[in-house]
């Protein structure tokens, strides 16, 4: 059965990258009718914090991300400590104590002999006395996972066939000096245990995924099948990394971004399909296909989000808008014509208190000079209330008649006399709101 995992650290709030990953695990194993695992990568207790795994969840569920279950990699320590001394016995796993200065200088010596700066496993060779003292020296060191130096290949769902040298990649540490787990390990046993079938993720774990391979290997386990993808840059292809914590997903939704606006954006940006505005999940789950996202990076513009938004609202009936369509003020009876008048001329639900302001208490009339005495002419022919849909073309005809403006010159002026905009809602639809609101004034 089709598994897959989205498994955030909680280190912080999840963004749009983020998104980009638990969206398309999440289609996956909808679409497959398989399970979608929330898994909280946790091991690191210095950085994971509580309301940042409840912030995950609020945001997922928001979104309408349903998770079938939820894992914690800090509930599942002694399966970790059991897979690495199955390491150790294999002979896969070492020892090393090597400071981050001295490592630090290794790599600089590799790069100024103009080679790749990959560990010189210089531990391997440590006789258990120097390892003693060392470790009477410096404490216990961390441990290394022992690479078999052979190519690592997979077939990945984006990037196509992929060859990796493993003696190009330094043995991943697993275990750190104070005993602290790292994801490498925790993942690979997490996703062997819970039967993990498919791991989309980006295209910076793609050389984790390579030693992951091996670990998974080494310890028994079926290999899921990964697909990397791209990584979003800016509108320009300028690099989104350092402003990826103004993209949070709690932003985006304080901002008034709707969620179908942001999964349609997400479940196609990157892929040959196009973008269109979806209403239902099922139709994002039914469409998807992984095999149609290009490995090049993927332009991401927040201000994309905004016409999806407006497309989205203006589909949506009262009922589902309604607690807005009061905050912003407007009273209960008068919500019907209000929304009906304004969901076409509004980005985000933000945007209602404005027009329900000019409704209330008038707008300050855009008159030109030429249509000086154009407007109060027009006025003295406003039919007698109550007004209806039918008021504004009876009103322009004998504006018409009497002044023989027509078109633009004619609807224009009463336009900007009644809103003081130049564009705005239909007037047939807004002229009954406001002669409404004015007469319980
Ligand atoms: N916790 C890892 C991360 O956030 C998970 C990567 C993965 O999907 O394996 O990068």
Known sequence: MTTTRFAPSPTGFIHVGNLRTALMNYLIARKAGGTFILRIDDTDPERSKEEYVDAIKQDLEWLGLHWDRVER????????????????????????FETPTELDLKRKKQLNMGKPPVYDRAALNLSDAEKDALRAERGTGVWRFKLDHERIEWNDGILGDISIDAASVSDPVLI??????????????????????????????VTNTATQIQIIKALGGACPRFAHHSLLTGPQGEALSKRLGTLALRDLREQGVKPMALLSLMARLGSSDPIELRSEMAELIEG????????????????????????????????????????????????????????????????????????????????ADEDRDFIPEAMALLPEGPFD?????????????????????????????????????????????????????
């Not at 059991?82 to 896969?92: N, S, T, Y």
Request: hydrophobic share 45%.
């Open 73 to 96: 990699q800090s509930d599942r320590l002694d399966h970790y400590a059991d897979a690495a001394d199955r390491l150790r016995k294999m002979g896969r796993f070492y020892e090393a």
């Open 176 to 205: 750190k000096a104070d005993g602290q787990v790292l994801y490498t390990i925790a993942s690979v046993v997490d996703d062997t245990e819970m039967g993990v079938t498919d791991v989309v993720r980006g295209s910076d774990h």
């Open 288 to 367: 998807f296909d992984i095999n149609r996202f290009g490995a090049a990076p993927t332009k991401f513009d927040v201000q994309d989000l905004f016409p999806l938004t407006a497309k989205h609202l203006q589909s949506l009936p009262l009922s589902e808008v309604a607690e807005a369509v009061a905050e912003a003020g407007v009273p209960a009876d008068l919500a019907e014509p209000f929304w009906a008048m304004a969901r076409e001329n509004i980005t985000t639900l933000g945007d209602l208190k404005a027009w329900w302001d000019l409704c209330r208490d008038g707008a300050d009339p855009l008159i």
């Open 389 to 441: 849909g039918e008021t504004w073309g009876i009103w322009t005809k004998a504006v018409k008649e009497a002044t023989g403006r027509k078109g633009k010159g004619l609807f224009m002026p009463l336009r900007k006399a009644l809103t003081g905009m130049e564009r705005g809602p239909e007037m047939a639809t807004l002229l009954p709101l406001l002669q409404v609101i004015r007469a319980r004034g």
